[in-house]
């Protein structure tokens, strides 16, 4: 007998079979590929939104906190005070002034119609200084999420306080400000900086910011804004549903910004200041720098930078005069260092055997080279003057510039670093870095390069364009910061420091938050026998009769020094530098640099300034 089969029929697999056939379909199963891709698109899915979450609770979960207890109550807001400025000794560079503002309510003010809004701007503007339009501009960018109030004017006299509440809007509140004082405005102006009003940038970057909030924007101000800032209080009248309120107040004390104590000396700058704007006006000009500095340390005791600005009070003029009064020159501003450059030049050249000490150049005043291009007409390269023979220290204290043509780029017996040499120590002293100095804005100095120059002008690079590197003219440039920054690591023998301006911040209860030390850039120690040399020519340069700086000789000390007069504008203009260091043996001593724009001569110009800062230093720091 057989056995019996299974004849159990199952309807899906015969409509499925069936639907297959008449499609001519095969199954496949599905690959890996695609669970792999359900899985990542999953997980990408999944850390967005966790992402989200995260930025919402976490990173924004403050701002919403207090969005949603702005929904629930009527907060009146204690501002906190922002951090003060001291120099070195402790003499308060700013204060907090008292004052009031007038604080719009939008939540009231926008369930007005519009004819009441209206009235209510012409109140206003009828009380306190305020530009409608801009008035109107301004409510229309508000966002009602992000805030709950504006400030519609601040520094309110007290008549203006007592006219707002006489024609009691139920929407305006007055409110305790302060207002930012600067003392002696405009000689610490670059240094301070100031605070404004903050921009829709602004607002993006900071999510606690809101409109019509102070912030700072230049100098120290912006450097160390959220140091400052502080963290504003209120009192919060806690409402119904029906704006009622529930009788709960709750008061959050504001906290006050963390003051700066800073390494400059206020004495100092101030001196420095009036000397360097009473030799500008001597001379007609209007535009300058100054640095001190203590090289040992990196401190900032002096940093001038004019034409400048009353930083209590930014006008239109300040944002559109060609002169560039909110341009910080010291850390901004980009120069050829002219002569200053050659005890870079010299270091090189001793250290790489280029040069010796007991070689001699002569300088007959220019040299040529030949023309390949016109061979009848060779390539003259001039001297200032003409200086004879003149070695590595003569070279310095006359500044030759033919002994530096040679140095860089070589001449008759002598071979010269050449471009790519000068590039290394360009590198090695961080010439092609920022300093770091905690001020906003800084620039990084410029060398061009066999490729660069190429590139961008499609010429091939000769000699005479390591003849102009080679005492700071053509494409080169570098920032007075840098500049002064690498004449003081002679001084140190190598040691370069980051340079510094805010020494400490600390509490209001006193206790320092941080504090800044020292802190060494580079070490290049290694070349410290080269630098003997070349501080031998730099102080040649202030105390011998042909050196360019003879002046400072006349000081109670001696002086390392080295000027520049950097022809720039198609040699319309001559920008002129003086920087050095001294007492020279010193315990105690400071690095100095003068800048004169449009001058005529380094030596004429500059170095009375800068020795006028060394006497007073000397007389009030150090005597």
């Not at 409509?15 to 379909?25: F, T």
């Not at 501080?535 to 011998?544: A, D, F, H, L, N």
């Amino acid at each position: 007998m057989r056995p019996r089969r299974n004849t159990e029929l199952f309807l899906e697999e015969s409509v499925l079979d069936d639907m297959a056939s008449s499609m001519d379909c095969v199954e496949m199963p599905l690959s890996k590929g695609v669970f792999t891709l359900v899985a990542v698109a999953t997980t990408v899915i999944a850390c967005i939104v966790f992402g989200k979450v995260f930025f919402l609770g976490v990173n924004a979960g403050g701002f919403y906190k207090d969005r949603a207890i702005a929904n629930v109550s009527d907060i009146t807001v204690k501002p906190a005070e922002r951090g003060v400025f001291f120099d070195r000794f402790g003499t308060p560079l700013v204060r907090n002034i008292p004052t009031f503002r007038a604080v719009l309510s939008l939540s009231n003010f926008f369930k007005k119609d519009i004819q009441a809004q209206e009235k209510e701007i012409e109140e206003l503007a009828r009380i306190i200084t305020i530009n409608k339009d801009e008035m109107r501009a301004l409510l229309s960018r508000v966002n009602l999420e992000r805030q709950s109030s504006i400030v519609v004017a601040r520094d309110l006299t007290i008549e203006q306080v007592a006219a707002i509440k006489n024609i009691a809007l139920d929407d305006v509140n007055i409110e305790n400000d302060f207002k930012r004082q600067y003392e002696e405005p405009g000689m610490f102006s670059h240094v301070t900086g100031y605070v404004g009003l903050v921009s829709g940038d602004d607002m993006e970057e900071d999510a606690s910011l809101l409109l019509n909030d102070l912030i700072g924007k230049s100098g120290l101000e912006l450097q160390y804004n959220n140091d400052l800032r502080g963290k504003n209080g209120a009192l919060i009248d806690y409402r119904n549903a029906k704006n009622e309120s529930l009788g709960q107040k709750t008061e959050v004390a504001p906290e006050h910004g963390n003051n700066a104590h800073l390494t400059i000396d206020g004495d100092l700058q101030t001196y420095f200041y009036r000397r360097l704007k009473e030799q500008l006006e001597n001379m007609g000009r209007t535009a300058g720098a100054g640095i001190v500095m203590d090289p040992d340390t990196g401190e900032v005791l002096a940093m001038v930078s004019l034409p400048t600005f009353d930083n209590n009070r930014i006008t239109k003029e300040d944002l559109t005069n060609t002169n560039r009064p909110l341009f910080n020159r010291v850390v901004s501003g980009l120069y050829n260092p002219a002569s200053t450059i050659k005890p870079l030049v010299a270091t090189a050249a001793l250290q790489e055997g280029v040069m010796s000490t007991d070689k001699s150049v002569f300088s007959k005043g220019y040299i040529e080279i030949p023309n390949p291009y016109h061979p009848d007409q060779p390539s003259r390269f001039v001297d200032w003057k003409a200086h004879g023979w003149v070695n590595v220290y003569s070279a310095l204290a006359r500044s030759s510039n033919v002994y530096f043509y040679a140095a860089g780029g070589g001449f008759e017996d002598v071979k010269g670093l050449g471009i790519e040499r000068l590039r290394k120590y360009w590198h090695t002293f961080g010439l092609d870095e920022k300093t770091n100095i905690d001020m906003p804005g800084e620039k990084v100095g410029f060398l061009p390069s066999i490729e660069e120059k190429e590139e961008r002008t499609g010429l091939p690079w000769r000699v005479g364009d390591t003849y102009n590197i080679s005492i700071g003219q053509g494409d080169l440039t570098m920032t007075p910061i840098e500049l002064i920054n690498y004449i003081s690591s002679i001084a140190t023998r190598g040691i370069m420091y980051q340079p510094f301006v805010m020494k400490k911040l600390v509490d209001e209860k006193g206790a320092v938050i941080r504090e800044q030390q020292p802190q060494v850039l580079r070490d290049i120690s290694s070349l410290k026998s080269s630098m003997d040399e070349v501080e031998k020519g730099m102080i040649e340069t202030t105390q011998k009769d042909y050196g360019t700086a003879k002046l400072l000789k006349n000081l109670p000390f001696v002086v390392a020094g080295k000027t520049g007069s950097a022809q720039v504008s198609m040699k319309q203009k001559t920008n002129a530098f003086f920087t050095g260091y001294g007492p020279i043996g010193a315990e105690k001593r400071i690095a100095v640099l003068v800048l004169i724009e449009d001058a005529r001569e380094g030596g004429s110009n500059s170095v009375p300034v800068a020795y006028d800062v060394f006497k007073w230093y000397y007389e009030n720091r150090m005597k």
